[in-house]
Structure formats: structure tokens, C-alpha cells
């Protein structure tokens, strides 16, 4: 058995590093090279060694590499777009550093799926569609019908905002202060910055979204 290394997967990142926006060479794997390998979900750790017939065939480390890359990106539209609002706000620029700080360990954590075995891949495959499913909803925007209670009597832990086109939505939240205008497709978005999540409205329709 050769040297085992410890390596943890936190984020689905190919087995290249991917910093900046730029892809480092990896020099070629030893025969016999092992790491532990932390299973999706319960999986635990298991150690993953590298050897001739052993290892994912290419056709599937490319299928799992373009949805790791396309989870990737949506990470980062995500994070820039908190940056966006939470820029808004005063006395926010921690709060934007941490996001930097976030962003950048998005970018470099490394997967490594060449040690993967063949019995591995359809566990880690189901694994990243499912973030990607996730990933993908938190960008949409969904039809949700204006508040239509009482704002001064709502229920505790929660806060009306009100945009400028009359549209109230009701929140289990605390909000930095008030809602912000942006553009995003050409679309006026009232957007409001909270603890717990960020609130999008698309003004003068139902349309809602949460990023958390």
C-alpha cells in the first residue's frame, strides 16, 4: 500500500485545482498512491487508491467534472450577487469580506476523482446533480401572492417588507435596513438583505426569490 494522505471533499471541484480562474497542473498519479476519500452524505471515509482498472474510466470523470464546473459557477454568481446587495448597505464590508473569503475556498478545494472507483461513481454522480438541482431553484424566482395580512399584528421572529410597488412579503427574518433597487435582466428587483437569507422581488409581478 502506498503513503496515505488524509484529503476531506467539501466542495465538488474536479480532480485538478482550480484558482483564480485558472487550472493547475497536477503531476501523473503514482500506481499504488492512496488518500481518504469522505463519502457524500454518510458515507464516512474510505481510503481510494490509485491503480491500473481500479479508478473511474475518463468518460466519467468528464460527466462528473461538467456538473462539479457548472456547480461551481453558480456558487460564485451566487456569492457575487449577495456581495452586490449586501455593498448597499452601511457598515456591511465584513460581511463582504467573508463572502471574499468564501469565494476563494470555492475556488481551490480540491476534489479528487481519479482515485474514485467504478462502484464510486453513480453515489457521487446523484451527489452532484442534487446540489445542482439545489443550486439551480435558489436562482429562480417563483410566483408568490402579495402579503395580505396585517403588518402590526404579524406573527413574532417575522417582518413585512414593502416594495414600492405595493407588493408585501412576509419574512422569518430580521432585515438589514429597508430594500434595495437592481437591475437584473433588464428588470427592476427590489432587493432586501436579511440575516438569514437575501429576498428578491421582480417589482410590478408576484415573482419572488430566497438566497440563502
Not at 451527489?127 to 406573527?155: A, H, I, T, V
Not at 421572529?157 to 432585515?175: M, N, R
Request: glycine residues 8%; aromatic residues 8%.
Amino acid at each position: 500500500m502506498g503513503n496515505t494522505k488524509v484529503v476531506a471533499i467539501i466542495a465538488p471541484i474536479a480532480g485538478i485545482l482550480i484558482a483564480l480562474g485558472m487550472i493547475i497542473y497536477m503531476p501523473p498519479l503514482a500506481e499504488g498512491e492512496c488518500i481518504m476519500i469522505t463519502m457524500p452524505g454518510d458515507g464516512g471515509s474510505v481510503e481510494r487508491c490509485i491503480g491500473e482498472g481500479k479508478n473511474l474510466d475518463s468518460d466519467q470523470i468528464k460527466k462528473l467534472n461538467e456538473i462539479i464546473e457548472h456547480n461551481i459557477q453558480l456558487k460564485l454568481d451566487q456569492i457575487e450577487q449577495k456581495q452586490e446587495l449586501l455593498s448597499l448597505y452601511e457598515n456591511q464590508q465584513d460581511q463582504i469580506d467573508e463572502l471574499e473569503k468564501e469565494s476563494q475556498k470555492v475556488k481551490q478545494d480540491p476534489v479528487k476523482l481519479e482515485y474514485l472507483q467504478p462502484s464510486d461513481y453513480d453515489v457521487f454522480l446523484r451527489s452532484f446533480e442534487s446540489e445542482k438541482m439545489m443550486l439551480e431553484k435558489n436562482q429562480e424566482y417563483y410566483e408568490q401572492e402579495s402579503y395580505s395580512g396585517d403588518c402590526k399584528s404579524r406573527p413574532a421572529g417575522t417582518v413585512c417588507i414593502k416594495f414600492s410597488d405595493g407588493y408585501l412579503w412576509l419574512v422569518e427574518d430580521s432585515i438589514l435596513g429597508g430594500w434595495k433597487v437592481l437591475e437584473e435582466n433588464g428588470q427592476q428587483i427590489g432587493a432586501a438583505a436579511g440575516y438569514k437569507a437575501s429576498y428578491y422581488h421582480i417589482l410590478n409581478t408576484n415573482l419572488v426569490k430566497i438566497m440563502k
